[in-house]
């Protein structure tokens, strides 16, 4: 058990360009999440995968953001036209099974700044 | 909506005490609730899951409580020591598992 592995850990972009981070997840956990944390706050909700399907999108995530998991493995979350708002801490974590009795385990996150 | 409220917003203790840390929700129709420790800069650990079905959860100097009728949890933290600072995060589960978080408690603990 290597651990959730996010990548990059830290990203800075000029407002407008594009940018994409990956996650490793859990070897063999196949529910797999994004959440979004800014200073002070607590992580927030994005979307989440079970496999390859992404199940559901929170509102928070505009038509700027997409994300994938093609292979039901590592993920993909693409920013598109980064805006100065965007900047954050993404936060991946992933989960064995559905249920209640399986704790969400967390990546250290890719911290975004946007110029 | 739910919404997760943690008191206090930050706390600063001596070493050796023991500490209570609050976290209240405002819709009891949770799966779970999980606390999680943040150091700056990094990732959540989890630290302890209790199932809507349970009333407490132990692990070494930790113990969680869950009153699911009156939204509410408790962190105790047993004889607190320099490393335990951080801050700590309540979240509760709902529908597909997804985590709803407060905003945490800043912890300090002093030698």
């Known amino acids: 058990d290597t651990g959730v592995s996010q990548d990059p850990r830290h990203k800075i972009t000029k407002r407008g360009q594009n940018v994409t981070f990956r996650c490793d997840p859990i070897?063999?956990?196949?529910?797999l999440y994004w959440y979004r944390q800014t200073l002070g706050q607590g992580p927030e909700f994005l979307t989440y995968f079970q496999n390859e399907a992404q199940l559901e999108k929170s509102r928070l995530l505009s038509d700027r953001f997409s994300a994938e998991r093609p292979k039901g493995s590592f993920s993909t979350l693409e920013i598109q036209r980064t805006e100065q708002g965007d900047s954050a801490m993404y936060l991946c974590?992933?989960?064995?099974?559905?249920?209640?009795?399986?704790?969400?385990?967390f990546g250290d996150g890719t911290r975004l700044s946007i110029l | 909506k739910q919404e997760v409220t943690q008191i206090p917003a930050a706390l600063s203790v001596p070493e050796g005490e023991n500490l209570v840390l609050n976290c209240s929700f405002t819709d009891s129709a949770i799966y779970n609730l999980q606390w999680f420790r943040q150091d700056p800069g990094k990732g959540l650990t989890s630290l302890l899951l209790?199932?809507?079905?349970?009333r407490e959860q132990t692990s070494g100097r930790l113990n969680a409580s869950l009153d699911k009728s009156s939204g509410r949890s408790t962190l105790y933290i047993a004889a607190s020591q320099p490393g335990d600072s951080a801050t700590y995060l309540c979240a509760v589960g709902i529908g597909t598992d997804k985590l709803i978080f407060g905003t945490g408690t800043r912890l300090q603990v002093f030698p």
């Open positions: 070897s063999e956990h196949n529910r």
């Open positions: 209790i199932q809507s079905s349970q």
């Open positions: 974590a992933s989960s064995s099974q559905a249920g209640s009795n399986q704790p969400q385990h």
